[in-house]
């Protein structure tokens, strides 16, 4: 069965469903999981009147919500009695598909289990879709948890 699951999280509702799933599945596996999160800086506009960009008060922001997703599925992983690693990867530019790629790759995950907005029509098409985006590339078995319609609506389930 899988015995690496790796799960991606970004503190979304999808990525903690997906978060969920997961350790559900390592439960029943005895699997390892390892959560990991994805930093990416987008590019930002500059002042040419001051030639300065003060991007230390964002990326700190970033970090500390990052560094707080990490120490939730920490916890996850602690209540639940499952094994378990996080990381945080920063993208440095490239596509967080490729990332996670990699990242799956250099963790040989038996299964990677990612959230899903459920995006449909104009909305999938501007904001795009990671986790189709992975699915098409991923070279091992994914799960795809989307989050519900209502945000307040839980899949029973869980």
């Known amino acids: 069965m899988y015995q690496r699951i790796l799960v991606a999280i970004d503190g979304s509702q999808a990525a903690?469903?997906?978060?969920?799933?997961?350790?559900?599945?390592?439960e029943v596996a005895d699997s390892t999981v390892t959560a990991v999160f994805v930093a990416e800086h987008a590019a930002q506009m500059i002042d040419i009147g001051t030639g300065r960009l003060d991007e230390s008060a964002r990326t700190k922001a970033s970090a500390e919500a990052?560094?707080?997703?990490?120490?939730?599925?920490?916890?996850f992983f602690e209540q639940r009695g499952v094994r378990g690693l996080t990381r945080i990867v920063d993208a440095y530019g490239e596509d967080i598909v490729s990332v996670l790629s990699r990242v799956a790759d250099?963790?040989?995950?038996?299964?990677?289990?990612?959230?899903?907005?459920?995006?449909?029509?104009?909305?999938?098409?501007l904001?795009?879709?990671v986790a189709e985006a992975f699915v098409r590339r991923a070279n091992m078995p994914v799960l795809l948890v989307r989050r519900a319609r209502d945000q307040d609506e839980i899949p029973s389930e869980l």
């Open 16 to 26: 903690q469903l997906a978060l969920e799933q997961a350790l559900n599945i390592a």
């Open 66 to 75: 990052a560094m707080a997703t990490l120490e939730d599925a920490r916890a």
């Open 106 to 125: 250099t963790c040989e995950a038996d299964l990677v289990v990612m959230g899903t907005h459920g995006r449909r029509g104009i909305g999938r098409l």
């Open 127 to 129: 904001l795009g879709s």
